[in-house]
């Protein structure tokens, strides 16, 4: 437990934290409830600071990244609406996008551009697996999901979420219209969106 | 609806929820969301596959100190700031005490939290008093949020051209318990009324419940509207139409993970 001694802001002495939903810890947070936020980090900390490593591919960044998740959870649960959709997603599209922040800004500093080389992409179902952040079977399904689209979709989804490279730097980087790298995108998302597994994923991973 | 601005955005939803647009973009697509729920809900739906990119990544666990220090942020706000609005009360209303503060707008509860400290001013240090006051008119200020969210999603329902009614029969604590539900399919939003409920101390609540494929979920408490009559808007993770039954125990105040007396009132939705 980070939280070791009884909390002012706490209310529960006695009651068993862990069988609540998300939902339910966020609105404590709007009571300053600190052992909600406790919980929350232990539940979901793990897949949100792989997210960000696999981007940044530095602690350093990746802890900060997860830390101002956690702090505009913390200070701005409002903005958290459960009609659309379950909490890890959510955290994971606000981790998501300030690590992509982050590596755009590390770029420019560095003048650093993604090199042809070095832009492996990754493939559900690789040497990894053993040890993916939401176990063997998740990541499978993922990874299957994603061997059943169109290379051309596939490879266009991973170099935007996995590399953080817009849609313009896409199309460059593949030789392709940037129209074409939309359609590509949406087409993918529609496919995954459509695939029973993963709507199954998303209820428990949820 | 689908306006015009809707078509203009809806190429640039994707590439929101992927992290993959320009500088300026995610802003444009910010702005229109917050006022479009029908791209929101489209825009949250791609972000809910979008995550699952994540499973890809392999695992690495965060340091130990990252959750300290992340809680050490967090008290230090509450030392700071004074406590901030809940986006849904955990809590049902106070039956005895507390009550009467829903009734009061948020400046005489403070100018009579005011004078009331000066009174109790003698038994209690200065700052728990001040503590005591913020509480109570952030329990205030609260009811009040909730009553006003309430009108809101009473009006969306009631303004449905897809609205349905339900009615709710007693269940094994008294044969006077009667009730609606409310339910509209469109916005996936709905409330429910009861009449005839046995009498509770300050001790308990009526906390209602929601069944779908044998799964129980707690969707919020019952409030006294006057009269006997209870009434709440029920709070759910996914549209209430998706679930099949609504069923209303007596709990402890907070309410409990699941039902741990026989039902009141209930039915299907």
Not at chain 1, 37 to 62: D, G, N, P, W
Not at chain 2, 42 to 57: F, G, I, K, N, W
Not at chain 2, 117 to 124: K, Q, T, V
Not at chain 2, 186 to 209: E, I, R
Request: with cysteine; aromatic share 6%; charged share 25%.
């Amino acid at each position: 437990m980070l939280v070791n001694q009884p909390d002012a802001g706490s209310q529960w002495a006695g009651e068993d934290i862990g069988v609540l939903a998300d939902e339910t810890l966020v609105a404590c947070l709007g009571q300053r409830d600190l052992q909600a936020l406790e919980e929350l980090y232990r539940r979901h900390a793990r897949v949100v600071y792989s997210m960000a490593f696999k981007l940044l591919t530095e602690a350093t960044a990746a802890e900060e990244v997860v830390q101002e998740c956690f702090l505009k959870l913390w200070r701005q649960p409002e903005r958290y609406q459960r009609d659309r959709g379950k909490l890890l997603p959510w955290l994971l599209g606000v981790a998501h996008h300030r690590a992509i922040d982050v590596l755009r800004r590390q770029r420019l500093e560095r003048r650093h551009h993604v090199d042809r080389d070095t832009a492996v992409l990754d493939v559900g179902g690789g040497a990894d697996l053993d040890t993916q952040v939401w176990g063997n079977m998740q990541a499978e399904a993922v990874g299957r999901a994603l061997q059943r689209l169109p290379d051309s979709q596939r490879v266009a989804l991973e170099l935007a979420y996995l590399r953080g490279m817009t849609q313009s730097e896409i199309a460059v980087f593949l030789g392709e219209p940037l129209g074409t790298i939309k359609t590509r995108m949406r087409l993918a998302l529609q496919k995954l969106r459509a695939t029973p597994e993963l709507v199954a994923l998303v209820a428990d991973a949820g | 609806m689908m306006t015009r601005d809707c078509e203009q955005l809806v190429d640039l939803l994707p590439g929101r929820a992927l992290g993959a647009l320009e500088a300026g973009e995610d802003e444009v697509v910010e702005r229109h969301v917050d006022r479009c729920p029908d791209c929101a809900s489209e825009l949250a739906e791609y972000l809910r596959v979008s995550a699952q990119l994540a499973a890809l990544a392999p695992a690495h666990d965060p340091p130990p100190e990252l959750g300290a220090r992340i809680l050490e942020a967090a008290r230090a706000d509450l030392e700071d700031a004074p406590p901030r609005l809940a986006a849904l009360p955990r809590r049902p209303m106070r039956w005895s005490l507390a009550g009467w503060w829903r009734q009061v707008s948020p400046q005489v509860a403070a100018f009579s939290l005011g004078a009331a400290a000066l009174a109790i001013g003698w038994g209690y240090s200065t700052q728990q008093s001040l503590d005591r006051m913020q509480s109570q008119l952030n329990d205030t200020q609260q009811q009040i949020d909730r009553i006003r969210d309430s009108y809101q999603t009473v009006a969306l329902v009631l303004a449905s051209g897809d609205m349905r009614v339900q009615n709710l029969g007693p269940g094994e604590v008294t044969a006077t318990a009667w009730g609606k539900v409310w339910t509209d399919p469109s916005t996936g939003k709905g409330m429910l009324m009861a009449k005839g409920l046995p009498a509770v101390d300050a001790g308990h609540c009526f906390q209602v419940w929601l069944t779908r494929d044998d799964q129980r979920i707690s969707a919020g408490f019952l409030y006294p509207v006057g009269n006997g009559v209870y009434y709440t808007v029920l709070q759910a993770p996914r549209p209430v139409t998706d679930y099949q039954r609504v069923g209303v125990t007596i709990e402890p105040t907070g309410g409990s993970p699941g039902p741990t007396t026989p039902r009141v009132v209930g039915g299907t939705i």
